[in-house]
């Protein structure tokens, strides 16, 4: 079992576009594969470069490189030669059966050369491509190579394409997702290769366009893509992966609290925090027939993780609250015990303290940052594996980190480059994606996924409502109990003056003593926003139950692609909400 959380190894994974044999000039062809050349070294060497530059956040291993490309004649295979050539690890991705797909290759040279090739292949995907629709198919091979890749080589004359799956629109796809082009630029008419650039957005004929003339910038480029941004972050992934397994955690105040309230039982051992391995049950690491033992471990550290840093933060927040009115309380047990005054101002004091201690050990400790970062962590890497599964669907969050966030101080884009890091390192899918797996894959993620999250989300509202509701029942008894202190005092004042003249100080220790009390159940009921918590669960479960029914209904890959990354952003939502009314209710003296 790993000592700490896994670094993921550095992997560049790139795709290819471009022209077929029959709009490629001899000349041309005879060019591009020097260029192809270049590009791939230098895309190498910048890899290298960052992995020596910034060995810390990655594993061991030295770093993978693996090519996705159709296959195509042209500009895919002569990529394709160039790849292996240059220890790129080749994955095929057809956009047919590869039976069906050999009818696209003329017989005789061209046709042998394609089955060379896909025998060449470190592996080969068949998408469920239908001749009957065979436009759709080659877009969705275009799909599924940008999904796959993080930088697209795009071999291009720079004109408008000619229909749906051609060169151009894939440059397109690519632009909007967010994913960066390299464009080997093909004159036709003076039949040569006019100039390698680098396309990072814009429209498709209009493209904002940055320099790509030496090292420096394939590894500006290469950095972007695969590295972590600014100062601070590094700093989070830093802390992260030096993150020890410690079972023990004796801060059990809120399990206490839940069980005082009857929310939950408390456990036998509540200070004990099962392994981390204990995350995924034995048998486990695969998803279908998708390798998934380093995506599990990944997540099984992040949950682990938030999982901790939830009850550290959550039990100092009610040890804060009761230490608060814990100090009123000795204040006002002055009244009723003058004799041992100096002795309450002593344990008052030592109570204060023990409140500051208490705030300044969970800043210092940045419970509450981490707690909400590892929750992130963890659910941006709960829905990779299905995603992956499809071959058309990229990660969730790419376009986010891609932009990044202006606020980098509260921005937890760090998750983000950890999740992209496993991401690109988990192996894609391969074999032939039929009607059946399709079909499977909705069946898995409805019954390890949606109905999951569906009903833990129904737990969790129950439960934030049951909290919210008994702090507010608790805060209204001991305001209850202040208004008949009052009403009785009043009333036997008048009736039974020297009776009752005696008990002021102990009347006054009730009806200031109780509302310390209540402002601290008020002030844990404020602060958790149970409420708003439950109404988002709520909000969630009624999502996710539209998710379900059109999942159980999807048979076509792509759409059965939009309705997994719908879970996806229905999922992240959520945590997305909860991440911003939680991101400024950090530990803190209670006022």
Not at 119 to 127: N, S, T
Not at 439 to 459: N, S
Not at 526 to 545: N, P, Y
Request: hydrophobic residues 45%; aromatic residues 8%.
């Amino acid at each position: 079992m790993l000592r700490h959380p896994p670094r993921p190894r550095l992997t560049l994974n790139v795709g290819i576009t471009g022209h077929r044999a029959n709009a490629l000039d001899e000349a041309i062809t005879a060019e591009l594969g020097e260029n192809l050349d270049r590009v791939l070294l230098s895309l190498i060497g910048a890899t290298r470069s960052l992995r020596e530059s910034e060995p810390e956040h990655y594993a061991a291993e030295p770093p993978l490189f693996r090519f996705h490309t159709a296959l195509a004649t042209g500009a895919d295979q002569i990529a394709a030669r160039s790849a292996r050539h240059h220890d790129f690890e080749v994955r095929a991705i057809l956009p047919f059966s590869e039976a069906e797909y050999t009818h696209d290759f003329a017989s005789g040279e061209e046709h042998r050369e394609f089955k060379r090739q896909v025998a060449a292949a470190d592996e080969v995907f068949c998408l469920p491509g239908k001749r009957a629709h065979e436009e759709d198919a080659y877009v969705l091979v275009g799909k599924a190579i940008i999904a796959a890749a993080d930088i697209v080589v795009a071999v291009w004359d720079g004109d408008e394409g000619k229909g749906r799956g051609g060169t151009a629109h894939v440059v397109e796809l690519a632009l909007i997702a967010g994913v960066p082009v390299i464009h080997i630029c093909v004159d036709r008419t003076n039949k040569t290769i006019s100039d390698v650039r680098l396309l990072i957005g814009g429209e498709v004929l209009d493209p904002e366009v940055a320099s790509l003339a030496g090292p420096k910038d394939y590894i500006h480029l290469v950095t972007g893509v695969l590295a972590p941004h600014g100062e601070i972050e590094k700093q989070h992934i830093a802390q992260y992966l030096a993150e020890i397994e410690q079972t023990t955690n004796w801060r059990i105040e809120y399990p206490m609290m839940l069980s005082l309230l009857r929310i939950k039982k408390l456990p036998r051992r509540p200070w004990h925090q099962g392994r981390v391995a204990d995350g995924h049950e034995a048998g486990s690491g695969k998803s279908g027939d998708l390798d998934t033992r380093t995506l599990d471990a990944a997540y099984d550290w992040a949950n682990f993780l938030a999982i901790r840093y939830a009850q550290l933060f959550r039990s100092g927040h009610v040890t804060n609250y009761a230490l608060a009115a814990l100090a009123v309380i000795v204040a006002l047990t002055g009244l009723i015990v003058p004799s041992i005054k100096i002795w309450l101002v002593m344990v008052e004091l030592s109570v204060i303290a023990l409140l500051f201690y208490n705030t300044h050990w969970g800043s210092k400790g940045e419970w509450h940052r981490k707690w909400l970062q590892y929750r992130h962590l963890a659910e941006s890497l709960r829905p990779l594996a299905y995603l992956k599964r499809t071959g058309l669907a990229g990660p969730p969050f790419r376009a986010d980190f891609a932009e990044r966030s202006a606020r980098h101080e509260e921005s937890t884009d760090w998750t983000r480059w950890y999740a992209a890091s496993i991401w690109r390192q988990m192996e894609a899918p391969i074999g032939t994606m039929t009607d059946e797996t399709v079909r499977k894959l909705a069946h898995d993620v409805l019954t390890e996924q949606v109905r999951p999250q569906t009903a833990y989300h129904e737990i969790n509202a129950k439960r934030m409502h049951d909290i919210d509701h008994k702090l507010h029942e608790v805060g209204n008894f001991l305001v209850g109990g202040v208004i008949a202190a009052c009403s009785l005092y009043i009333v036997v004042y008048f009736f039974m003056h020297d009776w009752v003249k005696p008990l002021t100080a102990p009347f006054v220790f009730v009806t200031a003593g109780f509302p310390a009390l209540s402002a601290a159940a008020f002030g844990l009921r404020g602060h958790g926003e149970h409420l708003v918590t439950a109404s988002r669960s709520i909000s969630t479960v009624r999502a996710l139950r539209g998710n379900g029914a059109r999942l159980e209904d999807a048979t076509e890959l792509d759409v059965l692609t939009k309705e997994l990354r719908d879970t996806a952003e229905i999922m992240l939502s959520d945590l997305n909400e909860w991440s911003l009314a939680y991101r400024e209710r950090s530990l803190q003296v209670p006022g």
